[in-house]
T-cell receptor, first 115, second 116 residues
Framework: AQSVTQLDSHVSVSEGTPVLLRCNYS??????LFWYVQHPNKGLQLLLK??????LVKGINGFEAEFKKSETSFHLTKPSAHMSDAAEYFC?????????????FGAGTRLAVHP | DGGITQSPKYLFRKEGQNVTLSCEQN?????MYWYRQDPGQGLRLIYY???????QKGDIAEGYSVSREKKESFPLTVTSAQKNPTAFYLC???????????????FGEGSRLTVL
């Protein structure tokens, strides 16, 4: 069965410092992996996705993630945090066994950015 | 602009009442979804539809109902049978199997339901 674990429920950084949000996955298939961002009381927006092409994936707003099969990880990083990055981030794995576009969501990591 | 529109954004309901949440999309997507979001639990799938006039239960369908009479619309009814309906509800759409599915979901801005 597919599953995804976000290792930190809350992360706090200072503006201008690097961001690391950690995600481990479990998959019986070659997975498709996604990171979504949600600002307060808003819907989710796709940051980036991995679909078996390059293992280093670049997304919007300066975020990137690296797929590491040996570690079953898909951590999200950004070199320098901005105040506007404060939001909740979801790591997501696809589950093709469902016969539809079934996605398994992690519990989320809330990122706080301090001046 | 193409997108997904959910209404109302905030809704209050008394116990025992049914309420219907609206979801409309103009992205020409075949597939539509309803998710429930509770703090610290990520998103859980309520219902999904891959084509007009067809829909399937997700992981937490009890106490909810849907219809898919038009491609653009996928309303969700929260019935009085739903024991804990206070939550944030998100509608999403994606390309269907016959549209070159990419896996990406497009989300509306959500509807927050509070039961008084």
């Amino acid at each position: 069965a597919q599953s995804v674990t976000q290792l930190d429920s809350h992360v706090s950084v200072s503006e201008g410092t690097p961001v690391l949000l950690r995600c481990n996955y479990s998959s019986s298939y070659s997975p498709s992996l996604f990171w979504y961002v949600q600002h307060p009381n808003k819907g989710l927006q796709l940051l980036l996705k991995y679909t078996s092409a390059a293992t280093l994936v670049k997304g919007i707003n300066g975020f990137e993630a690296e797929f590491k099969k040996s570690e079953t990880s898909f951590h999200l990083t950004k070199p320098s945090a901005h105040m506007s990055d404060a939001a909740e981030y979801f790591c997501v794995v696809s589950d093709p066994s469902g016969g539809y576009n079934k996605l398994i969501f992690g519990a989320g990591t809330r990122l706080a950015v301090h001046p | 602009d193409g997108g997904i529109t959910q209404s109302p954004k905030y809704l209050f309901r008394k116990e025992g009442q049914n309420v219907t949440l609206s979801c409309e999309q103009n992205l020409n997507h075949d597939a539509m979804y309803w998710y429930r979001q509770d703090p610290g639990q990520g998103l859980r799938l309520i219902y999904y539809s891959q084509i007009v006039n067809d829909f399937q239960k997700g992981d937490i369908a009890e106490g909810y109902s849907v219809s898919r009479e038009k491609k653009e619309s996928f309303p969700l009814t929260v019935t009085s049978a739903q024991k804990n309906p206070t939550a944030f509800y998100l509608c999403a759409s994606s390309r269907g199997p016959g549209q070159g599915r990419t896996g990406e979901l497009f989300f509306g801005e959500g509807s927050r339901l509070t039961v008084l």
